[in-house]
Nanobody, 122 residues
Framework: QVQLVESGGGLVQAGGSLRLSCAAS????????MGWFRQAPGKEREFVAT????????YYADSVKGRFTISRDNAKNTGYLQMNSLKPEDTAVYFC???????????????WGRGTQVTVSS
């Protein structure tokens, strides 16, 4: 079992920045790829970014490419999502997830956090 807890969400104006954290406990964090997903009201949960176990490989959704950066610190059992140039359409609950392979597909992740709310005002 891997337990994941997100933090760092909040209310920010358009153009601002936030950094989300995902603290992992349980099994060895470095054994898992990590992903970030988000879900806006009335919409499906969508892929945001993923990072490999070592951190050397990353992949982003087109909607966030160039604005968001995913990273991880395996020594601290923590993953991050740096979000810059935020837009109102980035408003959503953001979830981190852990799985064996860094994929953009929800089903490839075995463990999920409960999410953190990000609200971007215009």
């Amino acid at each position: 079992q891997v337990q994941l807890v997100e933090s760092g969400g909040g209310l920010v104006q358009a153009g601002g920045s936030l950094r989300l954290s995902c603290a992992a406990s349980g099994r060895t964090f470095s054994n898992y790829a990590m992903g970030w997903f988000r879900q806006a009201p009335g919409k499906e949960r969508e892929f945001v970014a993923t990072i490999s176990r070592s951190g050397r490989t990353t992949y982003y959704a087109d909607s966030v490419k160039g604005r968001f950066t995913i990273s991880r610190d395996n020594a601290k059992n923590t993953g991050y999502l740096q979000m810059n140039s935020l837009k109102p359409e980035d408003t959503a609950v953001y979830f981190c997830a852990a799985g064996l392979v860094p994929m953009s597909v929800r089903g490839s992740y075995e463990y999920w956090g409960r999410g953190t709310q990000v609200t971007v005002s215009s």
